[in-house]
């Protein structure tokens, strides 16, 4: 399974969001030399309402395969760990949310559906 590499970035000067596209036709390969832009990595996965998740978004998770430990319900951060994305819990609202959520087949397609962007970390 191949998973399209793409980022889409934070404009400090002008406080807007660039897609993809846009920073290609812009900046083209000198985006990562710009230091006005905070580049945020596509992780590979969608919400439920098909947006593209990325580092920096802030979302919802449910997880409920069954009673007990593992029925997770949280807001957190989508981050980089040094091995893929993880959610880290806002404080108070939800428990054990990181888990590493961008290695291929380490989730059900229909856990994947149980995402959903609520606002990212530069504009909420």
């Known amino acids: 399974m191949s998973r399209e590499i793409k980022f889409r970035a ?3 000067k002008h406080k807007k969001m660039i897609d993809w596209d846009k920073l290609k036709s812009i900046y083209n390969l000198r985006l990562f030399e710009c230091d006005r832009l905070e580049l945020m ?19 919802h998770y449910v997880y409920k395969p069954g009673e ?5 319900d949280c807001i957190g951060i989508i981050k ?3 091995t893929g994305f ?12 990181t888990w590493l959520i961008s290695i291929p087949g ?10 959903e962007i ?6 909420n």
């Open 106 to 115: 380490a989730m059900e397609p229909s856990c994947r559906k149980l995402f």
């Open 10 to 12: 934070w404009d400090k």
């Open 68 to 72: 007990g430990f593992w029925n997770q």
């Open 80 to 82: 980089w760990n040094t």
């Open 41 to 59: 990595q596509f992780t590979g996965l969608h919400d439920k309402n098909g947006k593209e998740i990325c580092e920096g978004d802030i979302i």
């Open 118 to 123: 609520i606002g990212n970390i530069y504009e």
């Open 86 to 97: 993880k959610i880290e819990p806002l404080p108070g609202k939800g428990g054990l949310c």
